[in-house]
């Protein structure tokens, strides 16, 4: 979160009270947090099928269909209950592919534990060395933070991070992926790292 930005407990209590301005606003705070979380699902298990703007979308339409049902206060329980939604279109869009009849609850049930487990994936190999105690009390308030952060990287800072961190990469691995040398990958990633420490920095 930006210096000066509502706090998500202060647009949560607007939205309650039927402030549609807060609402939109809440959700906005999440749109790259789910970017992020959307991309690695529809890479590991869609295989490019989807796109991952698209899955966001539709879990914000979702939210605000169901907004009424949400009983959480906080944060963490906000990012919870858009994980789950999240979790829920993405095991519709397998059904449609891969033809599963039916609402399957453990599959649901399954992508919402890879969400969790990324989630924390986020900011665990980027930023966890880093952290006071207070931060990991708040790892999920981090890892929005962090994916606001990325989102303002140049593009290829952006992309050698989620690659080598996110996806869990290899060097070799991620130049194929950019179509870079060796050499340039590892330079590249070099500076990416600082730059996205000094970005966080000013975020949060």
Same mark, same amino acid.
């Given at each position: 979160?930006?210096?000066?930005?509502?706090?998500?407990?202060?647009?949560?209590?607007?939205?309650? %009270?039927?402030?549609?301005?807060?609402?939109?606003?809440?959700?906005?705070?999440?749109?790259?947090?789910?970017?992020?979380?959307?991309?690695?699902?529809?890479?590991?298990?869609?295989?490019?099928? %989807?796109?991952?703007?698209?899955? &966001?979308?539709?879990?914000?339409?979702?939210?605000?269909?169901?907004?009424?049902?949400?009983?959480?206060?906080?944060? +963490?329980?906000?990012?919870?209950?858009?994980?789950?939604?999240?979790?829920?279109?993405?095991?519709?869009?397998?059904?449609?592919?891969?033809?599963?009849?039916?609402?399957?609850?453990?599959? /649901?049930?399954?992508?919402? /534990?890879?969400?969790?487990?990324?989630?924390?994936?986020?900011?665990?190999?980027?930023?966890?060395?880093?952290?006071?105690?207070?931060?990991?009390?708040?790892?999920?308030?981090?890892?929005?933070?962090?994916?606001?952060?990325?989102?303002?990287? +140049?593009?290829?800072?952006?992309?050698?991070?989620?690659?080598?961190?996110?996806?869990?990469?290899?060097? +070799?691995?991620? %130049?194929?992926?950019?179509?870079?040398?060796?050499?340039? &990958?590892?330079?590249?990633?070099?500076?990416?790292? +600082?730059?996205?420490?000094?970005?966080?920095?000013?975020?949060?």
């Amino acid at each position: 979160m930006s210096r000066g930005e509502p706090e998500c407990e202060e647009l949560l209590k607007l939205a309650r %009270a039927g402030n549609e301005h807060a609402f939109g606003q809440l959700l906005e705070r999440y749109r790259h947090y789910l970017m992020l979380l959307s991309r690695l699902q529809v890479g590991r298990r869609l295989q490019g099928k %989807a796109d991952p703007g698209d899955m &966001v979308q539709e879990t914000f339409l979702e939210a605000a269909r169901y907004f009424g049902q949400f009983r959480g206060n906080s944060e +963490p329980e906000f990012t919870c209950w858009l994980r789950q939604i999240l979790a829920r279109r993405l095991s519709h869009l397998m059904r449609h592919y891969y033809g599963t009849q039916a609402r399957d609850v453990r599959l /649901e049930r399954l992508l919402g /534990e890879e969400l969790d487990q990324s989630s924390r994936a986020i900011d665990g190999a980027l930023i966890a060395g880093h952290s006071t105690p207070s931060q990991l009390a708040s790892r999920r308030e981090q890892s929005v933070l962090l994916a606001n952060a990325l989102s303002l990287l +140049p593009e290829d800072y952006r992309e050698v991070i989620y690659l080598r961190h996110l996806e869990g990469l290899t060097f +070799p691995e991620v %130049a194929q992926r950019m179509g870079r040398s060796l050499d340039s &990958v590892e330079k590249l990633w070099v500076r990416a790292l +600082p730059k996205l420490r000094r970005v966080l920095g000013a975020e949060s």
